[in-house]
């Protein structure tokens, strides 16, 4: 990425697209090279359909060739359109023949992903005194600790799983309203964010307590999505329901944001740290726009403008920056999902 100041449009010629038969919402990038096929990234896309019966479908994304693949055996049903996919972060063994993928919905779901077909692994229920739970809005994948993953629900919980005893490792009522976002900082500190318009962080030696780090400057707006800068933990990004803008705050100085962008012209939906730089991160909604944006070390007066803009076809629901291959973002808007070299 060129550190230039001036605002540059990503071209369409750097862009793959892949039409689903369904709306897509859900969406994975694997965080390494395909098991089969060093070259390929697998990508997990959710359907959204007012449905029981929904989607989910594994592509496969070649970068020297620019295209995308399909595998007719690799694709599931999921109950409900799941609110989340995420295959397992910084997976060691390159030489194991298949991937985990987790998918959140009514339940969360483990999946096998191998060479030619998907197998269910587990169904964790968090509720401990029925065989239904409250609908999981989002989860995160601990990269430091793989086995541990947090989900957030609207019953105002967090919950945190051992994926390899399938057991809950603990509990927390999280918040006063319903649980929106969860993230990892560090193997046993996460945070979350609510309709109570908090955002909150907890550490798993010390359960009694948590710090709020940001609440809503209206009350009671809602914060719809929580991202922890994996290159630098003193910093995290929030988006407000609603809002043109992206709150970073530094832990350092709570209830103060240390900048807001302010250049969409509509809701933000989604928001991504790059993976392999500290000082970028991009975000993307409504505006049918996906904005780069480069963190200075200190904000003008006339606020901060995106680094790299891309327009997408329509309202753009979800954003990915790969990991194994952090030259490409992954958006989804209406059907579609687009692959936009950086």
Request: aromatic residues 8%; contains cysteine.
């Amino acid at each position: 990425m060129e550190n230039s100041t001036q605002e540059s449009h990503l071209r369409s010629d750097n862009s793959v697209t892949y039409e689903s038969p369904y709306t897509v919402y859900a969406m994975a990038v694997s965080s390494t090279p395909s098991p089969t096929n060093l070259n390929h990234q697998s990508i997990a896309l959710g359907s959204f359909l007012e449905d029981y019966n929904n989607r989910v479908d594994i592509i496969a994304f070649d970068p020297d060739t620019l295209s995308v693949k399909t595998h007719p055996t690799l694709s599931f049903y999921h109950p409900y359109p799941p609110t989340k996919l995420m295959f397992q972060p910084n997976r060691k063994s390159s030489s194991s023949s298949s991937d985990l993928l987790a998918s959140s919905g009514e339940y969360l779901r483990l999946w096998e992903v191998r060479e030619s077909s998907i197998e269910p692994l587990s169904v964790l229920n968090n509720s401990k005194t029925s065989e239904f739970c409250a609908p999981l809005t989002s989860f995160d994948w601990n990269d430091v600790e793989p086995k541990r993953i947090g989900t957030s629900s609207i019953d105002t919980t967090c919950t945190i799983w051992d994926i390899e005893k399938g057991v809950v490792e603990t509990q927390l009522i999280a918040h006063d309203k319903e649980v929106y976002d969860i993230a990892w900082g560090e193997a046993r500190v996460f945070a979350s964010v609510s309709a109570d318009g908090s955002v909150r962080i907890f550490d798993l030696r010390d359960k009694e307590h948590s710090t709020i780090i940001y609440e809503s400057p209206q009350p009671d707006t809602p914060l719809l999505r929580l991202a922890w800068n994996k290159q630098d933990l003193k910093y995290m990004a929030t988006i407000q329901m609603d809002s043109n803008k992206v709150v970073i705050l530094d832990i350092r100085s709570p209830t103060m944001p240390v900048a807001e962008l302010e250049r969409h012209q509509a809701s933000v939906n989604a928001i991504t740290w790059a993976p392999q730089s500290s000082k970028h991160i991009c975000s993307a909604g409504d505006d049918t726009q996906a904005f780069i944006w480069e963190l200075p070390t200190v904000a003008g007066p006339n606020g901060i403008d995106p680094l790299c803009v891309y327009s997408a076809g329509s309202e753009i629901n979800q954003l990915q920056w790969s990991a194994a291959q952090p030259d490409w973002i992954a958006i989804a808007f209406s059907n579609k999902m687009q692959l936009l070299k950086v």
